[in-house]
């Protein structure tokens, strides 16, 4: 964490363009306390507005005069005009910067709408993950995460039974149902985040039907959307019936990409989010064909693209990154993730390596949903030591900012609900329960706290 937030505080953090706001700069102790009655020299730049001393008709420095309340906090009223980074600064009697903090204003599209961390890809011991469904989520909120999806391969009942696992005690993680789906035939991965039934459960010789069965409680949320169960051979012949609609070119694997597109439009049917997975993983070469990935990129078939995530050597995320701004250049959008698809949540230098920021107006799987579908998300590689981000750049900018002045204050109050939540799912003690019941709440609090609206 930079030092000046762990000795200042600064808030409201985020504000609408035109609205006046009061900031406070609250000092974090007596080593950092602003001396009453004096007088203190506060400036307010937009960091896109040039070098003060080249460009001072653009007017990007505001001063103000201010003395410290009666409780100790600095305030100053202004009007942000423009959406960008803001740095207010104090300076001393000689003219110098003594203390830098950061403010950031948003034009209306993303007023009302929050930040967001999670995952939308990762493992348990169901499938070839290492621990339990319910201690992964738990693991994933210590670490900072506002939200994951567990997606086993094959299977869609662990994600229940990780929502099942906290159903009695209020939480501010939200758990999406779930799967990675592998179908016959075709071996595209693809993640079904957030659909209300499973796609693996609707053919016959899958790991869900295997393991729970038909047994609709076990392959949805919503019985009712939930289709009938098929054998592996009508699913085949639905397949291939799809392909001379498909116009698919010569050269590209026709039922495989038909398959794609049924599984797909099953993902849609159950209001998921489709997520087209790691085409650059090195499984023994690349896991899927370059032409391919061009095609699928190109036609668009999925809700998302998985653009960072996985691995940590380059070739998997570099190549995803650069294929993404390829087709945006080319003229060709489509939403962008990032996702860990972790095996593991302790001790596995994987386990953080991609992520994905939602603004969203709620963290709620459909509220997450529509948001990332509208391209309200930017996913996040920290392959390295600085992270990079993938996205649209004026979110990427946002982002960047929430991460230098934001999310290390979130993640401080999600490691003590994550902690809980472990204890919770492993001794189901009532010292845990209590202690999650005192907990929910306080990030909901933070953020009314740090964003203006």
């Not at 910067?97 to 007023?111: F, I, M, R, T």
Request: glycine letters at 8%.
């Amino acid at each position: 964490m930079k030092k000046e937030l762990s000795y200042y505080d600064i808030f409201p953090k985020v504000i609408p363009v035109g609205k006046q706001v009061t900031l406070t700069v609250r000092p974090l102790g007596a080593h950092a306390a602003f001396e009453q009655g004096r007088e203190y020299d506060l400036r307010i730049h937009g960091l896109d507005d040039g070098e003060l001393r080249n460009y001072p008709d653009r007017n990007n420095a505001f001063c103000f005069a201010v003395t410290p309340d009666a409780d100790g906090c600095l305030r100053v009223s202004f009007t942000f005009g423009s959406e960008q980074e803001y740095y207010v600064r104090l300076y001393n009697e000689e003219g110098r910067k003594s203390l830098q903090l950061s403010v950031y204003a948003v034009n209306s599209d993303l007023v009302g709408r929050y930040p967001f961390l999670g995952d939308l890809h990762m493992h348990t011991c169901r499938s070839d993950g290492s621990e339990a469904p319910a201690v992964v989520a738990a693991n994933y909120r210590r670490m900072g995460y506002d939200f994951t999806v567990i997606s086993d391969h094959q299977r869609y009942y662990p994600s229940l039974e990780a929502i099942a696992a906290y159903k009695d005690v209020s939480t501010d993680f939200a758990i999406i149902p779930g799967e990675e789906i592998h179908l016959p035939d075709n071996d595209v991965h693809i993640v079904n985040f957030g659909g209300e039934y499973s796609v693996n459960g609707l053919v016959d010789c899958t790991s869900q039907i295997a393991e729970r069965g038909t047994d609709k409680k076990f392959r949805s949320i919503n019985e009712s959307a939930c289709p009938e169960t098929m054998s592996k051979e009508a699913f085949i012949a639905e397949v291939e019936a799809l392909i001379p609609g498909l116009n698919i070119p010569d050269g590209i694997e026709k039922y495989t990409y038909a398959a794609c597109v049924w599984i797909f439009n099953h993902i849609k049917k159950g209001n998921g989010l489709g997520i087209f997975c790691h085409p650059y993983w090195i499984s023994n070469v690349f896991q899927v064909p370059v032409s391919f990935t061009e095609y699928m990129l190109e036609q668009k078939p999925f809700d998302a693209f998985e653009v960072f995530g996985g691995e940590s050597y380059y070739q998997q995320n570099g190549f995803q990154g650069l294929a993404y701004y390829e087709m945006r250049a080319k003229g060709c959008d489509f939403p962008v993730v990032g996702s860990s698809d972790s095996h593991g949540s302790v001790n596995n230098p994987n386990a953080c390596v991609a992520k994905t920021i939602v603004f969203s107006p709620e963290n709620e799987r459909t509220k997450l949903i529509s948001s990332i579908k509208a391209k309200y998300s930017v996913a996040l590689d920290y392959m390295s030591k600085e992270y990079r981000l993938a996205g649209d750049f004026r979110l990427a900018r946002y982002a960047s900012f929430l991460l230098e002045n934001y999310f290390e204050l979130h993640d401080e109050l999600c490691y003590e609900e994550g902690r809980l939540m472990k204890e919770y799912c492993t001794l189901g003690s009532e010292e845990s329960r209590a202690g999650l019941e005192a907990a929910h709440g306080r990030t909901d609090a933070m953020r009314k706290k740090y964003f203006a609206f």
